[in-house]
């Protein structure tokens, strides 16, 4: 598709040419660190994880414990562990946990807030509108769903009535998506939206404030922009997360 064709069907024109700002960088305080297991294999393109046999499944202790035990699995572990996760309410209700997609060498990582109805039901990230947009989004910059591109939520089972996720939902989610980042090692992490990126920087913010300057998680490039579903809500907005995505892209290419 022409990319004139994409940012129109953003709702973005005319294109313009963004100057370049100045960059505020933020770093959140150290965290510990995850331990890392070196991968062999070939990058799994989609790690979504349908159909697991009861001897895949690692036994997860609680606490600190689990949160080890997390720290030490693998690919085939990892979305095993959250196909079977009862660490929280949200299992209650789900069809399916939704793992992650993508490639799992990317530079780029996306990171949205948890799924919704749709992707409950086919157990991938943004499948629905909103993904559609999200697509859209990265063929504006010359990226591709699966192609250098990882994309994995903040809680791996969708809330009731596409609610925020609560604190503690998050938390119990936290070691899954810290070892996806681990495993991934992407150059830059993009947030999407304000549940998404309080998770990855550890404090409260507005989108608002955060938008076009460059954070941190732990030692990897945090850009914050608007949620896909939001843009479908509030269309003006989608030329500021145009700006976010530019501003991305100068982060990557200094890298």
């Not at 209650?92 to 992707?119: C, I, L, N, S, Y």
């Amino acid at each position: 598709m022409d990319k004139s064709r994409v940012l129109a069907e953003m709702g973005i024109k005319p294109v313009w040419r963004l100057r370049q700002p100045e960059v505020s960088v933020t770093r959140p305080e150290a965290s510990e660190t995850i331990a890392a297991n070196t991968l062999a294999e070939k990058p799994v393109v989609a790690a979504v994880v349908r159909e697991v046999r009861e001897a895949d499944i690692p036994v997860v202790p609680v606490g600190d414990a689990r949160r080890s035990a997390i720290a030490a699995m693998d690919w085939q572990g990892l979305a095993s562990s959250v196909a079977e996760c009862r660490a929280c309410g949200l299992c209650e209700r789900r069809k399916q946990a939704v793992f992650g997609v993508g490639d799992t060498q990317a530079d780029w990582m996306f990171v949205g807030e948890g799924p919704g109805a749709e992707e409950d039901a086919r157990g991938e990230p943004f499948v629905g509108q909103a993904g559609k947009l999200l697509d859209a989004m990265l063929e504006a910059v010359s990226l591709k769903r699966g192609e250098n591109v990882y994309i994995a939520n903040a809680v791996k089972c969708r809330p009731p009535g596409n609610r925020t996720p609560e604190a503690a939902e998050i938390a119990a989610c936290r070691p899954y998506l810290e070892r996806q980042i681990e495993l991934v090692k992407p150059k830059l992490l993009v947030a999407l939206g304000r549940p998404a990126a309080q998770t990855l920087l550890g404090q409260e913010l507005s989108i608002s404030a955060s938008r076009r300057k460059l954070h941190h998680y732990r030692d990897i490039p945090v850009v914050v922009t608007y949620h896909p579903a939001y843009l479908l809500r509030t269309l003006p907005d989608k030329a500021k997360a145009w700006e976010d995505l530019c501003f991305a892209v100068d982060q990557i290419a200094s890298r």
